[in-house]
Structures are given as structure tokens and as C-alpha cells.
């Protein structure tokens, strides 16, 4: 659980490389986009994914909404080179680099924003902030989801995720500033996002996200 305030080790390239090549051995995250993938209707026209690493959540979002536009925005260049091949020769992808530390850049309005495992390495006060960013960038109806690294509600339960998880405090991201799942739900609400609610969790992974009313 260890955090370092003004440190994202994701901007190194080796770091980049570590986690895209862990990252689809981490335990029922597949769970957790399944899950995901069935709050996003599928008559979306743009997405925009939060910290899309590799482009790995925005890929499987279009595999059934293949006319729907997206924005794929991370600001490691070595995670937007690995989705710039991913997405190559598709019109409809658009790369934007840019770090979640500072305001969203105007990109228009979205009929869903989605992230994965990024907005943990913002600072509370910083996810608050953006969370009401995410809302101002949704058209009426929209639907925010975010799948995330959450703070755990015990020192127990903590060494089970990091046992099952193969690695030990050592090997912990030392940029992780993690909350409970609790109080970002309850911050959605206090925003005004509706049907606010965590849609699934696994020990430190969770998923929640709500709707901006019509």
C-alpha cells in the first residue's frame, strides 16, 4: 500500500513494459471488463478511455461497437505506442497524449468514459476533481465506468490480494495512492452521477461508475 504523492513510475518506458506484460495475468480482471462491458450500450457513438495503456479496454468495447469513435488517451508514450499498434489504420481512433495529474483537455462530449487501472495514481483530491471533469464530458446519459485498484479494508485481506497476486510489498508500484471503493461511489454521487453503485469487486479490484442524467 505504500505511496509516493508526486510519483508515477508509469513514465518510464521499462515500467510500461513490465506492466503490459503482466497485465493479463492479473487475477479475474477479465471478470471485472466482462462486467464492464455490459454498462456500455451498444449504440455508443464516442468513448473515451482514461489511461488507455495499450488500448486494451477500447478494443474489446468495439469488438460489438464497431462504428462507435474513440479516444484513446494515456500520457506514457510507450503505452500510446503499444495502442497506436494496436489501433493501426482505424480511422476512428484517435491517440491524445496527456497526463490525468492535469485537467481534461476540451475533446467534446462522450456517451461513455471508461478507465482501467489508472486513476489510482492520482491524488484523492485529484480523482474528486476529475471524476467532476468525467461528468462536464458526458453527454446527458452518459455512462462512466471505472475498473480500479482500490485501498483494502485490511492489512489481512491486503497480504491475501498481494499472495494471490504472486509478489510481495517489495514489489508494490510505489505510485499507487489507493482509496476505498466506498468513498469514490460516494463522491460520484455528491457530483450528481445517477445509478451510482460498485457493479463488482474482487478483493482490491473494483468496478463502479454511474450515469449523467438525461
Same mark, same amino acid.
Given at each position: 500500500? @505504500?505511496? @509516493? =504523492?508526486d510519483?508515477? &513510475?508509469y513514465?518510464?518506458?521499462?515500467?510500461?513494459? *513490465?506492466?503490459l506484460a503482466?497485465?493479463?495475468?492479473?487475477?479475474?480482471r477479465t471478470? /471485472?471488463?466482462a462486467?464492464? $462491458? &455490459?454498462?456500455i =450500450?451498444?449504440k455508443? *457513438?464516442?468513448? $473515451?478511455?482514461? /489511461? @488507455?495503456?495499450d /488500448? +486494451?479496454l477500447?478494443a474489446l $468495447?468495439?469488438?460489438?461497437? #464497431?462504428?462507435?469513435?474513440g479516444i484513446?488517451l494515456?500520457?506514457?508514450?510507450k503505452?500510446l505506442a503499444?495502442?497506436g499498434e494496436?489501433?493501426r489504420g482505424?480511422?476512428k481512433i484517435?491517440?491524445?497524449?496527456?497526463?490525468?495529474?492535469d485537467?481534461?483537455?476540451? $475533446?467534446?462530449?462522450?456517451?461513455?468514459?471508461? !478507465? !482501467?487501472?489508472?486513476?489510482h495514481?492520482? @491524488?484523492d483530491?485529484?480523482k474528486?476533481t476529475?471524476? !467532476?471533469?468525467?461528468y462536464?464530458?458526458l453527454? #446527458?446519459?452518459?455512462?462512466f465506468c471505472?475498473?480500479?485498484?482500490?485501498? =483494502?479494508?485490511?492489512?489481512e485481506l491486503h497480504? +491475501?490480494f498481494?499472495r494471490l497476486?504472486?509478489?510481495t510489498?517489495?514489489?508494490e508500484d510505489?505510485?499507487n495512492?489507493l482509496i476505498?471503493?466506498?468513498?469514490?461511489?460516494r463522491?460520484? +454521487?455528491?457530483? /450528481?452521477?445517477q445509478?451510482v453503485?460498485?457493479?463488482?469487486k474482487?478483493? &482490491?479490484?473494483?468496478l463502479?461508475?454511474?450515469t *449523467? *442524467?438525461?
Amino acid at each position: 500500500m @505504500t505511496s @509516493t =504523492p508526486d510519483l508515477n &513510475e508509469y513514465a518510464t518506458a521499462e515500467h510500461a513494459l *513490465k506492466y503490459l506484460a503482466r497485465a493479463d495475468h492479473i487475477p479475474h480482471r477479465t471478470e /471485472g471488463e466482462a462486467v464492464l $462491458l &455490459e454498462f456500455i =450500450p451498444h449504440k455508443v *457513438k464516442r468513448i $473515451l478511455d482514461l /489511461g @488507455t495503456g495499450d /488500448g +486494451r479496454l477500447l478494443a474489446l $468495447l468495439r469488438i460489438e461497437r #464497431p462504428d462507435a469513435e474513440g479516444i484513446a488517451l494515456d500520457f506514457s508514450a510507450k503505452m500510446l505506442a503499444s495502442a497506436g499498434e494496436r489501433f493501426r489504420g482505424d480511422p476512428k481512433i484517435q491517440l491524445v497524449e496527456h497526463n490525468l495529474d492535469d485537467p481534461l483537455p476540451d $475533446l467534446g462530449r462522450f456517451d461513455a468514459i471508461v !478507465s !482501467s487501472f489508472a486513476i489510482h495514481h492520482c @491524488t484523492d483530491d485529484r480523482k474528486r476533481t476529475l471524476y !467532476s471533469e468525467i461528468y462536464a464530458a458526458l453527454s #446527458p446519459g452518459g455512462v462512466f465506468c471505472n475498473l480500479e485498484h482500490v485501498a =483494502p479494508p485490511s492489512a489481512e485481506l491486503h497480504v +491475501r490480494f498481494l499472495r494471490l497476486l504472486d509478489i510481495t510489498e517489495a514489489d508494490e508500484d510505489p505510485s499507487n495512492k489507493l482509496i476505498s471503493v466506498e468513498a469514490q461511489v460516494r463522491w460520484l +454521487r455528491e457530483i /450528481g452521477f445517477q445509478d451510482v453503485d460498485c457493479h463488482w469487486k474482487w478483493l &482490491e479490484l473494483a468496478l463502479f461508475g454511474g450515469t *449523467k *442524467k438525461r
